[in-house]
T-cell receptor
């Protein structure tokens, strides 16, 4: 089966600019996650969707980050405006059910200068 | 918030040696997962554990769900160069079982000398 697709792979922006990431989960996976992975750390959950509804966004900086999952399939994560500390790899993952281990995409490496 | 303490932070071993790493939590977890991450890629699931005391193998990898439900261990036997990477533990606390929220450790970087 096809894996989790993410784009772009790399993005460099200046601080205060906006950026958007796209994710296409594995077909049929109802649960979709966005993680932030800062260099040298483990992934940190930003937001979790079940179909097109938000299950957990407690660690999403809502003043600058937003995410949506269109029709319960693809998802986009947006940062506006970006800060230097947003430099990280943004990983999308999906699973058939929330209780199962997730399949991760290759991530988008964001550099804010 | 909840944290996982993963150790060691890094390991440099000779090919053929066995490797052990562990993860501890201050709270009780209902699920433990072990992932491996190669450079430029997302983490890949190695082993999933769902019951206290459970011991599960995947080839040369063996992981255990600690009896206290606050720790987990991963062993790699007879390491080979392709075992190089960062290994992450991830846990799901009792309160988040329905939502599936995972907390990740800081990772163990493994280097294997041929």
């Amino acid at each position: 089966e096809a894996g989790v697709a993410q784009s772009p792979r790399y993005k460099i922006i200046e601080k205060r600019q906006s950026v958007a990431f796209w994710c296409n989960p594995i077909s049929g996976h109802a649960t979709l996650y966005w993680y932030q992975q800062i260099l040298g750390q483990g992934p940190k959950l930003l937001i979790q969707f079940q179909n097109n509804g938000v299950v957990d966004d407690s660690q999403l900086p809502k003043d600058r980050f937003s995410a949506e999952r269109l029709k319960g399939v693809d998802s986009t994560l947006k940062i506006q405006p970006a800060k230097l500390e947003d430099s990280a790899v943004y990983l999308c993952a999906s699973s058939l059910r929330p209780q199962e281990g997730s399949t991760f995409g290759s991530g988008t490496r964001l550099t804010v200068v | 918030g909840q944290q996982l303490n993963q150790s060691p932070q890094s390991m440099f071993i000779q090919e053929g040696e066995d490797v052990s790493m562990n993860c501890t939590s201050s709270s009780i977890f209902n699920t433990w997962l072990w992932y491996k991450q190669d450079p430029g890629e997302g983490p890949v699931l190695l082993i999933a554990l769902y019951k206290a005391g459970e011991l599960t193998s995947n080839g040369r990898l063996t992981a255990q769900f600690g009896i206290t439900r606050k720790d987990s261990f991963l062993n790699i036997s007879a390491s080979i160069p392709s075992d190089v990477g960062i290994y992450f533990c991830a846990g799901r606390s009792a309160g988040s079982s329905n939502t599936g929220k995972l907390i990740f450790g800081q990772g163990t970087t493994l280097q294997v000398k041929p």
